[in-house]
């Protein structure tokens, strides 16, 4: 009906200038019309042109007003002539009613507020507030003196109106024939085909957003990392256990007891259960040994060695724990390796916008006879090199249970500066020999987080986007890159 009413209209005349008289004028909601000319618009069947024009509305407050009368009316009405205490008075109004009621009807001199009677000064009121509020509902002309009163009493705001005039376009015809979308098997059999007349492929329409799953950065660089780490020919470590001993996490890798990662301002401790209640025994044995006095061409750190400090249970701090349950099981029937693995640790760090208390670590591993630094810089040239990152500096370091320990750098072309990268080295003989590993094998290893090249590949610089409770999903959502699969 809007449809054919626009187009009629404008077979006999040269404009619609105001959609909203339009609308009032054939009796079809303004909405209606808007929306077939927004349609014939669209399909160039009518130019449109907006036009917007500011009126007052009223706020909800004036609505209530515009129903129930003003307060000022409200408060005239509840006071009987003979007058009445003021607190009979407040019981029977709504509070906010009473108090602008009591201003405004005081400020027209209507009532007399004595100590505690109110009475009437005048016999009847008109409520002009109720008249003016309704002329604005009515879309009345009302003066600008009213209009600035109850502007500032905020009972009315200005709204902004849209809508349209309208000529006829360039494919103007007074009815809209119906374009075919679909060429069916009826169309072939009737032969209607040849006069139907298709609708155009509009090749620019953006399509729905499929709803469909999205990668978080850090699991495609896993991904990545992974790929990396198979295509070299390293295998997988299960690193299924968050919790681990002590003794796997720290004292297999001749970690001394008193070292300050030990302690509870850095590493998560567990209450429940506090220990392990499995270790290799005569293993563990060898581990006291060379911690207290040394052996295997060591002296050794010369402290007494306890037993419940290995024991206690915590939240894995690196993945060399795997590293050292992996190495020690090899070493019972020992054959070369590459072992890589890439999972959760825990720290109990500050958090700020590079530290978390979790992240993920990534570290690999070659164990082997005759190697050497050499080949530890070249596999890390070449592990790196895959990341697109092979300009690489190394820097003496140190570890606990490594040595020679290298950090590395890389140089970022974007920052244009070197960063660090990870942390690497060759695993200490008074690690490697108590396991049982041969005296002539050697393992050299290197480990990064996940976490810092994520940040460095995706151009983010605060962790907290990334990883922990406040993640924006939809920023994942949104990013193209997380879209594409690797
Ligand atoms: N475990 C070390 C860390 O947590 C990384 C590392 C792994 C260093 C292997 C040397 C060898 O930073």
Not at 467 to 475: A, E, I, N, P, W
């Amino acid at each position: 009906m809007a449809e054919e009413a626009i187009l009629g209209y404008l077979e006999k005349n040269e404009e619609i200038s105001d959609s909203g008289k339009f609308a009032e004028e054939k009796g079809i909601s303004h909405d209606e019309i808007v929306n077939v000319i927004k349609s014939l618009n669209g399909f160039r069947l009518v130019d449109a042109e907006d036009i917007k024009r500011e009126r007052w509305g009223l706020t909800k407050e004036g609505d209530k007003y515009a129903g129930a009368g003003s307060p000022e009316v409200q408060l005239f009405l509840a006071i009987p002539p003979e007058g009445i205490t003021r607190e009979e008075l407040q019981k029977k109004l709504d509070p906010s009613i009473f108090k602008i009621g009591c201003q405004q009807a005081i400020k027209n001199k209507w009532i007399e507020m004595g100590k505690s009677q109110v009475s009437r000064k005048v016999q009847h009121v008109d409520d002009r507030v109720r008249d003016l509020l309704m002329q604005i509902q009515n879309g009345e002309a009302v003066n600008a003196e009213d209009v600035d009163d109850l502007k500032r009493r905020k009972l009315i705001t200005p709204l902004i109106w849209k809508g349209y005039s309208v000529k006829k376009g360039p494919k103007y015809a007074p009815k809209r024939k119906k374009v075919a979308t679909d060429l069916t098997r009826e169309n072939l059999l009737r032969g209607d085909w040849r006069e139907l007349e298709f609708k155009e492929y509009n090749f620019l329409a953006k399509g729905q957003p499929t709803e469909g799953g999205c990668l978080h950065p850090l699991l495609k660089v896993r991904r990545q990392m992974q790929m990396i780490f198979l295509q070299m020919g390293f295998e997988e470590m299960p690193t299924n256990n968050f919790v681990e001993s002590s003794f796997w996490n720290f004292d297999a890798l001749f970690q001394p007891q008193q070292h300050p990662a030990r302690d509870s301002h850095d590493t998560f401790f567990l209450k429940e259960p506090s220990t392990t209640n499995k270790l290799p025994e005569d293993y563990v044995e060898r581990v006291k040994g060379v911690h207290e006095s040394g052996g295997y061409g060591s002296r050794g750190y010369g402290y007494v060695w306890k037993r419940e400090e290995a024991n206690k249970n915590l939240l894995r701090t690196h993945t060399t724990a795997v590293s050292s349950r992996m190495l020690y099981a090899l070493a019972q029937d020992f054959a070369p390796k590459k072992y890589y693995s890439i999972d959760r640790v825990f720290r109990n760090e500050a958090v700020d916008r590079t530290h978390l208390a979790e992240f993920h670590q990534i570290e690999g591993l070659i164990c082997d006879r005759g190697l050497t630094l050499g080949h530890l810089i070249g596999v890390l040239q070449d592990f790196f090199s895959r990341l697109g990152m092979s300009k690489l500096k190394f820097k003496p370091a140190y570890n606990p249970y490594t040595e020679p320990s290298m950090e590395i750098f890389s140089y970022h072309e974007g920052l244009e500066k070197w960063v660090e990268i990870g942390n690497s080295g060759m695993f200490r003989p008074e690690m490697l020999l108590p396991m049982g590993l041969p005296q002539d094998v050697q393992v050299i290893a290197w480990g990064l987080s996940l976490e810092r090249p994520t940040m460095i590949l995706y151009g983010i610089d605060n962790i907290r986007d990334l990883f922990g409770h406040k993640v924006d999903l939809g920023l994942i959502k949104r990013n193209p890159l997380c879209r594409i699969g690797l």
